[in-house]
């Protein structure tokens, strides 16, 4: 058996989907979009330096990147595994709070495995985009296909997306 759902709710349900940043300004809450991307190496480490000084900073997942202040406006931020994550900065000057976020990729050097398809499988391409490495191109032989097939089985041990458009020569 059917029960009839009051008009009244059905457009609350949509207006609370299709809700804008605005109207979450309006109920009280603002969102934000990150500022900029850092790109860091595995097992590497970068020195930030902002223009103004930070009250507190935070990293959204540990396991991905860490995170110290050097001074009240430098921060190192060291890559710890591959991933995507972010980092917020909080600044707070005359009595006014600033939230800034920015997305931190921590990434794997793919150049080796590059170098090794130019050898094995000439025709088939890897690109990296943050976190997501996509392979395109075609093998003409079983050893060229197993070599490729090999590679993208070590970028996902790796951590990455792994994105494979590879067929037939």
């Known amino acids: 058996m059917f ?4 008009l ?3 457009c609350a349900a949509l207006t609370f989907s299709i809700a804008s940043p605005s109207d979450a300004q309006q109920a009280g809450y603002t969102v934000t979009t990150p500022s900029a991307v850092i790109e860091i190496g595995v097992s590497m480490a970068v020195t930030v330096t902002l223009g103004t000084p930070f009250s507190e900073l935070s990293i959204a997942n540990p396991e991905i ?3 110290s202040s050097l001074s009240e406006t430098q921060l190192y931020l060291l890559g710890k595994t591959i991933g995507k994550t972010t980092l917020t900065v909080m600044r707070e ?20 495995l590059q170098t090794f398809l130019a050898g094995a499988a ?27 097939e090999r590679v993208t089985r070590e970028l996902e041990t790796w951590g990455y997306v792994t994105l494979a458009d590879i067929g037939a020569c």
């Open 65 to 67: 990147a860490d995170i």
């Open 3 to 6: 029960k009839s759902i009051p």
């Open 122 to 148: 000439p025709s088939v391409d890897l690109s990296r985009d943050g976190v997501t490495v996509t392979a395109k191109g075609c093998v003409d032989t079983p050893r060229a296909a197993a070599a490729a």
């Open 93 to 112: 000057q005359q009595d006014v709070f600033d939230v800034t976020d920015y997305t931190i990729v921590v990434f794997r050097e793919i150049t080796p």
């Open 8 to 10: 009244r709710a059905i």
